[in-house]
């Protein structure tokens, strides 16, 4: 199957200087160099997103700190958010599917390359776009500012009166070109995978990783959406005097914040599923057991996708919805971990009696496990509308979701890092790296935000720029903040694993981990065509039909 | 396009949403009740239009090129007669009730939602130009008539959408 290459004539072959190699990247419509520069450009807003946290931690070390003045304070924490959430998290699991996607399914490439193209530059200017705003954002007048209103963008805060200067426009215009950006990748995503799969290759048989993305691209098409179509009217406000959100001419505040977490939520998910899928591909290779469950995994996946775009008002508890609202959207909420519990427990099921092998891609996912099962259950705890009340907006929390976000999304995008570095450039990580990476990350994690859950019940509100010494809340301050630095330092062993083990990795030939899906049937890294001749696929784990020809899966399914 | 049209949805969808959540809720006049009339005529046009650019997309399946052509013209005249009916009734609007996008909230409401659908339908026209041109360089053949198929589905859509619309701005809303 995989085991012809096309011979390339040796004119063809020659290295090339590097402006031309750099011209190629720019003008390049292949999926696995677009997947590359998704990855390799969230890296960089990782960075910056990063150090605005380390920001917002050092100026809350201790009480009455100025490290920073209140105003800086504010763009820190509106930019960290908004650059975490659209120019790392979305494009980096985007650029995880656009490598993934067609080698899994026996693809040449995506549906649409060049809509595939400009969706990223779409995504990558809108990030540019944002960060101009330290330059532009107050326009001719001086000084520049980035957006400071939190990265909700609240009504009125993001009213003309409120936000004057144009720091807000830039986060409108970012936030709607880039989303532009994520609903073509959505389309792109969608029509490969309904389009271009291999023969065999059943909507059954299709591996976990590719079924979840389908559904975050549905859930991009429906999600996203509503965003791009509150920024409009946010610029309608802005420009043309309109009054969607002026409260003074009949409009509502209330309606931004539906708008908002009609995306907001649903968000969330479009984060965490591919992260799901991450876990689905990882564990069952690393426990050397197929998957535990696959129907149900699908069925829950999808539903998740529905239930979850019905939550999205557990986000605003407070704001005094009546009580068949609260009933609603708390018993929605809580639903919503029934399926999330079904995967739990299938991964679980995936591990359980197998010979687990602890590389490094698997314990990121023991880790994202744990802290999902955690994380999981603070937002339990918030869903019931009275301990919202309580615990709203403080920085309980700031916890909750970080729990989430990182020891969630990121500890499975370090998964898949570890485990499909090597398919991509050729070269393993180095495991000695890897595992002071695991360890520094898993400590800073839990020192920053098992710390965090405390001064939050403790009464500390979020986006608080210092506090009064004597309320119990320094020394937790503190060691929230020292745990920050240990995770940056973490950072920085990953980010030297990259460089290190790119130029001096041990090299590997197609299969280093003995995996079971397509994209290990080619050379490291593919060729540009990816499959010299069109696979077959007959089961869900083609690999191990091709490895086992006495046993195939196909017998069984 | 499906996807585009599910996406293209939900953005319609907020819109609406915007209008029905603010309907009555203006502090000042002019409401809709006293300035808006029912553009039947221009629906009618548009509505229309659906009929001709499908029987087109069947004709050029069919191979007959000139039929193709002649709906083709004649969709783009439709549409166009309803972007003009649009403007009538925008510039009635504004020159004589002085109603504009910041009036007041039906204004920001009415302009934003019809004004999207506006956007629409013209970005619509512009790709039936740019078939029309080709249809007249003779560089539409069978060969295309999936990519018509397509287009014409973004038509239809256009249609679609301008029957929620009419339905919540000239019936439920007045």
């Known amino acids: 199957m995989s085991s012809n290459v096309i011979t390339v004539p040796v004119g063809q072959t020659e290295a090339r200087p590097w402006v031309d190699e750099l011209h190629q990247w720019l003008i390049t419509v292949d999926h696995k160099r677009l997947g590359i520069l998704y990855i390799v450009s969230s ?6 997103g990063g150090v605005e946290a380390l920001i917002i ?11 920073v003045s209140p105003e800086v304070f504010n763009r820190m924490f509106t930019m960290h958010g908004t650059t975490m959430i659209f120019f790392v998290a979305m494009p980096i699991l985007f650029g995880f599917a656009n490598y993934l996607v067609p080698l899994m399914i026996g693809a040449r490439d995506m549906a649409f390359p060049r809509l595939n193209a400009f969706s990223f530059w779409l995504s990558f200017l809108g990030g540019l776009l944002l960060y101009f705003s330290f330059l532009g954002g107050s ?17 009125p805060l993001g009213a003309r009166a409120f936000s004057p200067g144009h720091s807000s426009d830039y986060w409108t215009l970012a936030l709607l070109v880039s989303g532009f950006g994520s609903i073509g990748t959505a389309i792109n995503i969608i029509a490969t995978i309904l389009c271009l799969r291999c023969p065999g290759m059943k909507i059954s048989r299709m591996p976990l990783l590719v079924w979840m993305n389908l559904v975050m691209a549905g859930m991009v098409l429906l999600a996203i959406t509503p965003l791009s179509a509150a920024q409009i009217m946010l610029l309608i406000d802005r420009y043309l005097g309109g009054h969607f959100f002026d409260t003074q001419a009949g409009g509502s505040a209330v309606l931004w914040m539906h708008f908002f977490w009609i995306f907001g939520h649903p968000e969330v998910y479009v984060l965490i599923i ?4 991450f876990m689905s591909e990882i564990i069952p290779v690393f426990s050397r057991k197929p998957i535990f469950g696959y129907p149900v995994m699908v069925a829950a996946t999808v539903c998740i996708g529905f239930v979850s775009m019905s939550v999205w008002a557990h986000h605003m508890f407070t704001i005094g919805m009546n009580s068949y609202a609260n009933s609603f ?13 079904i995967k739990i427990f299938n991964w679980i099921g995936t591990m359980w009696g197998g010979r687990i092998q602890f590389k490094t891609p698997m314990l990121f996912s023991i880790g994202f496990l744990f802290q999902f099962l955690i994380a999981g259950l603070t937002g339990i705890m918030m869903a019931a509308s009275p301990f919202d009340w309580q615990l709203s907006l403080s920085y309980f929390v700031v916890a909750h979701f970080h729990y989430v976000i990182v020891g969630g999304i990121l500890f499975a995008l370090f998964a898949a890092f570890y485990y499909w570095y090597p398919k991509m450039t050729g070269r393993m990580l180095s495991e000695r790296l890897g595992k002071w990476h695991f360890w520094l990350f898993l400590i800073g994690f839990h020192l920053t935000f098992d710390v965090m859950h405390v001064p939050g019940i403790l009464g500390m509100p979020r986006r608080i720029y210092t506090y009064e010494p004597g309320r119990g809340w320094d020394t937790l301050n503190f060691i929230i903040s020292i745990g920050a630095f240990i995770q940056a330092i973490a950072i920085l062993v990953f980010v030297a694993n990259l460089i290190v083990s790119y130029f001096k990795g041990a090299r590997v030939g197609n299969d280093p981990w003995d995996a079971w899906t397509l994209e290990w049937s080619v050379s490291s890294p593919p060729p540009a065509y990816n499959f010299a001749t069109v696979p077959t696929v007959a089961s869900r784990r083609p690999l191990w039909d091709l490895k086992h020809p006495e046993d195939p899966d196909s017998h069984y399914e | 396009m499906a996807g585009l049209i599910i996406a293209e949805s939900a953005i319609f969808t907020i819109f609406v949403v915007a209008y029905l959540f603010y309907l009555g809720k203006s502090i000042t006049g002019p409401t809709p009740s006293e300035v808006l009339e029912t553009p039947i005529f221009y629906t009618i046009c548009l509505l229309s239009s659906s009929l001709t650019i499908h029987l087109a997309a069947k004709f050029l399946e069919r191979g007959i090129g000139f039929a193709f052509l002649g709906l083709w013209v004649l969709t783009i005249a439709l549409g166009g007669l309803f972007l003009y009916g649009t403007a009538q009734e925008w510039h009635r609007l504004i020159y004589e009730h002085g109603l504009t996008i910041s009036t007041n909230l039906f204004g920001t409401t009415y302009y934003s939602l019809v004004g999207l659908h506006a956007f629409h339908v013209t970005a619509g026209l512009i790709m039936l130009v740019t078939v029309a041109v080709f249809g007249f360089s003779g560089h539409v053949g069978v060969g295309q008539s999936g990519r018509i198929a ?25």
């Not at chain 1, 890296?43 to 910056?48: E, G, M, Q, R």
């Not at chain 1, 980035?146 to 009504?155: E, F, R, T």
């Not at chain 2, 397509?150 to 007045?174: K, Q």
């Open chain 1, 43 to 48: 890296l960089l807003f990782l960075t910056l």
């Open chain 1, 57 to 67: 931690r050092i100026q809350l070390m201790h009480s009455h700190n100025n490290f």
């Open chain 1, 139 to 155: 326009g001719l007048y001086g000084a520049g500012s980035a957006p400071d209103v939190g990265w909700w963008s609240y009504a």
């Open chain 1, 274 to 277: 591919p992260c799901f899928a």
């Open chain 1, 329 to 341: 959207f708390t018993l929605t909420t809580m639903v919503v971990g029934i399926p999330t519990g």
């Open chain 2, 150 to 174: 397509v287009l014409s589905m973004y038509w239809h859509f256009v249609d679609v959408v301008w029957v929620v619309v009419f339905t919540v701005v000239y019936v439920l809303g007045r």
